[in-house]
């Protein structure tokens, strides 16, 4: 699902909202859930999940074209957990041993 895809649902079950409206709903929720993570809070949705930060440490690479090492830098990097609700709900929604595209 694509946000276009959440905006246009969003806007065809709230019928009194207008698509200028929702996009701007949408947009709003998803610029304070930005800001919140970069300014280091955990963010935590009940029944969906939650969204912290995790911190990868430096470490030495390789460049694939030449081989060199490379100092890879630190960084901080987004992560999503699911709350049990969620992966219950997926769980239950497809069959045993099968993932969605598969035949």
Do not use: C, W, Y
Request: charged residues 30%.
């Amino acid at each position: 699902m694509t946000r276009s895809d959440l905006v246009a649902k969003l806007a065809e079950r709230f019928a009194q909202l207008t698509q200028r409206d929702t996009e701007f709903a949408v947009k709003t929720i998803l610029d304070a859930m930005t800001d919140a993570l970069a300014r280091g809070h955990r963010i935590e949705i009940r029944g969906f999940g939650s969204f912290s930060i995790n911190r990868r440490p430096p470490r030495m690479g390789r460049n694939p074209r030449s081989g060199q090492q490379v100092t890879i830098p630190e960084k901080l990097v987004p992560h999503f957990k699911p709350g049990k609700a969620l992966r219950e709900s997926v769980d239950r929604a497809q069959p045993a041993g099968t993932l969605p595209g598969e035949p």
